[in-house]
Nanobody
Framework: QVQLVESGGGLVQPGGSLRLSCAASGIIFSVYTMAWYRQAPGKQRELVAQISYTSRTNYADSVKGRFTISRDNAEKTVDLQMSSLRPEDTATYYC???????WGQGTQVTVSS
């Protein structure tokens, strides 16, 4: 079964950290660029970070220096380590296989005191 399953979301205080994980199945994971997007209420979905099959990374300006994307091809996972979280990071975070248009169900991240 081809699917992406995200985990690790939750409620965190401003300045805190969270680690999101996305597990892939049913695809040849190692050949694809993977990405994390997010969507806040009333806003468009936006790219947060992506990592190519060669582990080249790209980040949205708003998260540079605070978020780190990584991948484990053996485990078929892509993680997003988020630090120094801000209220404006509150959103549903989605994992995606860019080339396949395959999306996970999303995981909610809420940054609030």
């Amino acid at each position: 079964q081809v699917q992406l399953v995200e985990s690790g979301g939750g409620l965190v205080q401003p300045g805190g950290s969270l680690r999101l994980s996305c597990a892939a199945s049913g695809i040849i994971f190692s050949v694809y660029t993977m990405a994390w997007y997010r969507q806040a209420p009333g806003k468009q979905r936006e790219l947060v970070a992506q990592i190519s099959y060669t582990s080249r990374t790209n980040y949205a300006d708003s998260v540079k220096g605070r978020f780190t994307i990584s991948r484990d091809n053996a485990e078929k996972t892509v993680d997003l380590q988020m630090s120094s979280l801000r209220p404006e990071d509150t959103a549903t975070y989605y994992c995606t296989v860019v080339a396949l248009g395959l999306w996970g169900q999303g995981t909610q991240v809420t940054v609030s005191s």
